[in-house]
């Protein structure tokens, strides 16, 4: 099983960059890599990006790529999410997860960190 603990949230002005670690432990021997989500407010969580463990390979969604970043630390088992020229659509709360080696589904989830952009 694997253990996933979010942190780095906060309230920032539009403009600002904020970096969200997910600090992993446990067993990972079954897991691909690792997703970050966010859920706002009366809105469905979506997937905004995913880091594989072997060999890094990345993933960001569309309306995030320029502004967003997700890269890992394998001595430190903790995955980043830096996040820059933030505005008030990104408020939400952030959670990472880790994808199924076996199915590609995400069964594990952090408690989730808070991000709120207000001027």
């Known amino acids: 099983q694997v253990h996933l603990v979010e942190s780095g949230g906060g309230s920032v002005q539009p403009g600002d960059s904020l970096k969200l670690s997910c600090a992993i432990s446990?067993?990972?021997?079954?897991?691909?890599?690792i997703g970050w989500f966010r859920q706002a407010p009366g809105k469905e969580r979506e997937e905004i990006a995913i880091i594989t463990w072997l060999g890094g390979s990345t993933w960001r969604l569309g309306s995030v790529k320029d502004r967003f970043r997700i890269s890992k630390d394998n001595g430190k088992n903790t995955v980043y999410l830096q996040m820059n020229n933030l505005n008030p659509d990104d408020t939400a709360v952030y959670y990472c997860?880790?994808?199924?080696?076996?199915?590609?589904?995400?069964?594990?989830w952090g408690q989730g960190t808070q991000v709120t952009v207000s001027s």
């Open positions: 446990g067993h990972t021997e079954n897991s691909y890599g």
């Open positions: 997860a880790s994808k199924n080696i076996s199915d590609g589904k995400y069964y594990e």
